[in-house]
């Protein structure tokens, strides 16, 4: 089993920049994906970025050039730096973790970018 716990998630104007963290515990082996999805009241879950065991890293095109993934395969922690983030953003944001044959989802955490 894997568990995931993610922080970071807040109030923000726009044009600011908030990180995101998540940490995965639990049985974690060989090649496996890690990300960030979000979903917004009334709408479906979407991805946000993904990256891979060896660093290949995926965006959707929202966010591109705004958000940054990078992750940590040491500690199975990935985090999500959003810049310039925009009303539009606004979701909950939940962690993901995909190892070929189910996935896993953290908690979610609430991003807000209002003025």
């Known amino acids: 089993q894997v568990q995931l716990v993610e922080s970071g998630g807040g109030l923000v104007q726009p044009g600011g920049s908030l990180r995101l963290s998540c940490a995965a515990s639990?049985?974690?082996?060989?090649?496996?994906?890690m990300g960030w999805y979000r979903q917004a009241p009334g709408k479906q879950r979407d991805l946000v970025a993904t990256v891979t065991t060896n660093g290949y890293t995926n965006y959707a095109g929202s966010v591109k050039g705004r958000f940054t993934i990078s992750r940590d395969s040491a500690k199975n922690t990935v985090d999500l730096q959003m810049n310039s983030l925009k009303p539009e953003d606004t979701a909950v944001y939940y962690c993901?973790?995909?190892?070929?044959?189910?996935?896993?989802w953290g908690q979610g955490t609430q991003v807000t970018v209002s003025s």
């Open positions: 639990g049985a974690i082996f060989g090649f496996y994906i």
């Open positions: 993901n973790l995909y190892d070929s044959s189910r996935d896993y």
